[in-house]
């Protein structure tokens, strides 16, 4: 059985950091196609924040969190992280990690496992 459990969300102030992490069960991450990280805010969709795609497709990033998060994988800890820099309010939100073993689009429907989510609160 698969399973994928967050951890690392909390509350920091804006200009903080926190990383994420995502640990993989019953599976091995990297023979995933796509690997990434989303996050959904109060009354709004969920949208994919980072995306590591297999071979040697280019990491995807939404715009507003280039330059300040980072993705990344460890195959020896079967782990998915996502470092969070220079937090923003604005980057308040569940987040959650997801992955696919065939590749597709970055939308939430092509993703069919799933973790049940961390919160990240980031305060003014």
């Known amino acids: 059985q698969v399973q994928l459990v967050e951890s690392g969300g909390g509350s920091v102030q804006a200009g903080g950091s926190l990383r994420l992490s995502c640990v993989v069960s019953?599976?091995?991450?990297?023979?995933?196609?796509?690997v990434a990280w989303f996050r959904q805010a109060p009354g709004k969709e969920r949208e994919a924040v980072a995306v590591i795609y297999a071979g040697n497709f280019p990491t995807y990033y939404m715009d507003p969190v280039k330059g300040r998060f980072t993705i990344s994988q460890d195959r020896s800890k079967n782990t998915l992280y996502l470092q969070m820099n220079s937090l923003k309010t604005e980057d308040t939100a569940m987040y959650y990690c997801?992955?696919?073993?065939?590749?597709?689009?970055?939308?939430?429907?092509?993703?069919?496992?799933w973790g049940q989510g961390t919160q990240v609160t980031v305060s003014s």
């Open positions: 997801a992955a696919n073993s065939v590749c597709g689009s970055k939308s939430p429907r092509d993703f069919g496992y």
């Open positions: 019953g599976y091995t991450i990297t023979n995933y196609c796509m």
